[in-house]
């Protein structure tokens, strides 16, 4: 027996975990062993220590809350469904995305929704927006004391998207929010007022059609929604990898086209609750414009200790985006790295000098960039990364792409030749 | 520290009860929240969502876990949906909880010497990968069983017996100097 089972023994040990025959190996050890011996030893004295640490307080009210809300009919409490809810219209938060949805589809109506194709006109007036996604999720749980019903929670998001440009209207159980985002800048409106922030955008604060908690798990799917006009079941396998889950899902999709748009409505039942999701989701290409990203005035901005910088002033920055891609904009870090930007149908951002981070909780693959040693590191609510070493910088590339298409993309910013 | 295992045989059906065990567990679960997500207000929606959802899920609980260990793991899966819902990781703060230290006693020379421990020991642990921290404060503070521990990390009990006694090492190395 090694020292680190020994000890990892004597741990459970004294948490009254050890059965008597591994118990018996763990005292043969010990015998034998003073350093081990000292640590078993220890353990009660680092309990009673840790004892005396202070321990957050619940608020005194929690429970009167709790207490409160249990106490409520249940019609307040939260929304209500019949057992078999029926579908409902999309209910579009602003009369822009009102209308645009009413012109492409009429109504999604029954078990089997019925869509209606979208006219060219308002495919055209679709067509100046980057893409828009609207969902509607609906939660739901059983209710022992009222089987005839399910409790639910409803939440509603339009999303405007564009390379880099997010705005994002939720609608949770009647309570309204706002978030704009873009490289830099993130600015949140809620029933309690507003806020802007600028500096670093963690890639963790990606919008969620990017969001690393989708891409950072594995996918295995069938057939995908690929047919125009026809209706699809797509079975998903997902494996989380750092819970070490798998999730098996089913989708039924409606697919009808309109150029380059798609239609969806989806229903997923997931292992761990019911999730019906209604999703009209519609990609275009063309720049979203501007205006629905303004900042509403009487904000002031935060300076979060980064300050913007051409591309060219970073050392080690990469001399040119790849055919696609753009550097749109950079900013150095409080610690002397330089992150860049570059968008296209997607961002990717680059982490020069990155600090070395906690391994702890990412899974880390050997890979090759361009001929150089490098890493993929892949945790969960973050996008791919590719860590490699260029010229005596280090260089993180992360990107909404599998990982292997992450390498290929580093290796584009950073061909072999260049140091 | 076994508090947790006491509460195995069922859990109270109506309101009044329910809310009880608001009062017993719900400095465990405000603290897994608050640890993750570092603020105070939105640490006690969550214990609130917590609570009403084990409410909701109540004839679920078949007593296979401590009713605590129960009710963490429910609080980990609450804060897992809000922080994808936020679209954001879950931020790491050790700052409310670690405000006070308890009185060690009346000798001063005792007093120094413990207090000098119990902040090394809480720089220790702020200095612990995430997960060997959760381990150890689940563990010691909210007195959850190794398999309770696997349930609220969702990871299996193998993983939290090694890293218990990896942080256990961490720590004492930081104690004793």
């Not at chain 1, 939260?78 to 492409?104: D, E």
């Not at chain 1, 086209?257 to 275009?284: D, N, P």
């Not at chain 1, 070493?389 to 990107?399: D, K, P, Q």
């Not at chain 2, 939290?160 to 930081?174: C, Q």
């Amino acid at each position: 027996m090694d020292h680190a089972e020994a000890r990892m023994l004597a741990s459970a040990r004294a948490d009254g975990e050890l059965d008597a025959g591994r118990a018996a190996e763990l005292d043969e050890h010990l015998l034998s062993c003073g350093a081990c011996r000292a640590f078993a030893d220890a353990i009660p004295q680092l309990s009673a220590l840790a004892s005396a640490l202070t321990r957050a307080q619940a608020p005194s009210e929690l429970a009167e809350k709790v207490r409160r809300e249990l106490a409520q009919p249940r019609s307040e409490r939260a929304v209500v469904l019949p057992m078999r809810p029926t579908m409902r219209p999309w209910r579009a938060a602003s009369a822009l995305v009102a209308a645009l949805v009413v012109a492409l589809v009429a109504v999604v109506v029954g078990p089997l929704p019925l869509v209606r194709v979208p006219t060219a006109a308002a495919a055209r007036a679709l067509s100046r927006i980057g893409s828009l996604h609207v969902e509607r999720e609906i939660r739901s749980f059983d209710d022992p004391q009222h089987p005839d019903r399910l409790t639910a929670t409803v939440r509603e998001s339009i999303w405007f998207r564009s390379p880099g440009l997010v705005r994002i209207e939720t609608v949770q159980n009647g309570v309204r929010t706002i978030e704009i985002r873009r490289p830099g800048v993130r600015y949140d409106e809620g029933p309690g007022g507003g806020s802007l922030r600028t500096g670093l955008l963690p890639t963790n604060e990606l919008p969620e059609p990017l969001s690393p908690t989708i891409l950072m798990i594995g996918r295995v799917t069938g057939e995908g929604p690929v047919t125009l006009g026809r209706r699809t079941v797509r079975v998903e396998a997902r494996f989380d990898l750092e819970r070490r889950e798998a999730l098996l899902d089913a989708e039924r999709f409606l697919v009808v086209g309109a150029e380059e748009s798609v239609v969806l409505a989806k229903t997923a039942i997931t292992q761990r609750s019911r999730i019906e999701k209604r999703t009209l989701s519609i990609e275009y290409n063309p720049v979203l414009p501007d205006r629905l990203f303004a900042i509403p005035p009487g904000l002031f901005p935060v300076d979060a200790g980064a300050r913007p910088q051409t591309p060219g002033s970073i050392a080690g920055a990469p001399a040119s985006a790849p055919e696609g891609l753009d550097l749109v904009s950079s900013v150095s870090g409080r610690n002397g790295s330089g992150v860049l930007y570059a968008a296209g149908a997607f961002q990717v951002l680059v982490t020069i000098d990155a600090a070395p981070e906690d391994a702890d909780s990412s899974e880390r693959n050997a890979v090759e960039v361009a001929g150089r040693p490098g890493l993929v590191v892949l945790s969960l609510y973050r996008l791919p990364q590719v860590r490699f070493a260029v010229g005596g910088h280090t260089i993180v590339v992360s990107a909404p792409l599998p990982p292997v298409q992450v390498v290929e993309l580093a290796a584009r910013l950073y061909p072999a030749g260049r140091e | 520290m076994d508090e947790a295992r006491d509460h195995v045989a069922g859990l109270p059906q109506d309101e009044a009860g329910f809310a009880a065990l608001v009062r017993e567990h719900g400095d465990a679960v405000f603290g897994l929240a608050l640890r993750r997500v570092g603020d105070r207000a939105t640490a006690e929606d969550l214990a609130q969502e917590t609570f009403l959802r084990a409410w909701r899920g109540r004839a679920g609980f078949r007593g296979e876990t401590s009713v605590r260990g129960w009710l963490c793991a429910i609080a980990a899966n609450v804060v897992r949906d809000w922080g994808r819902r936020r679209s954001r990781r879950p931020q790491e703060s050790l700052e409310p909880e670690f405000i006070d230290v308890a009185s060690p006693g009346d000798d001063p020379a005792v007093r120094a010497e413990v207090a000098e421990a119990i902040d090394r020991l809480r720089t220790a642990l702020a200095a612990l990968p995430a997960n060997h921290r959760e381990m150890f404060l689940l563990r010691e503070r909210d007195g959850l069983s190794y398999a309770d521990i696997a349930a609220v990390l969702s990871c299996p009990i193998g993983t939290v017996m090694s890293g218990l006694a990896r942080a256990r090492e961490r720590l004492l190395e930081a104690v004793t100097g």
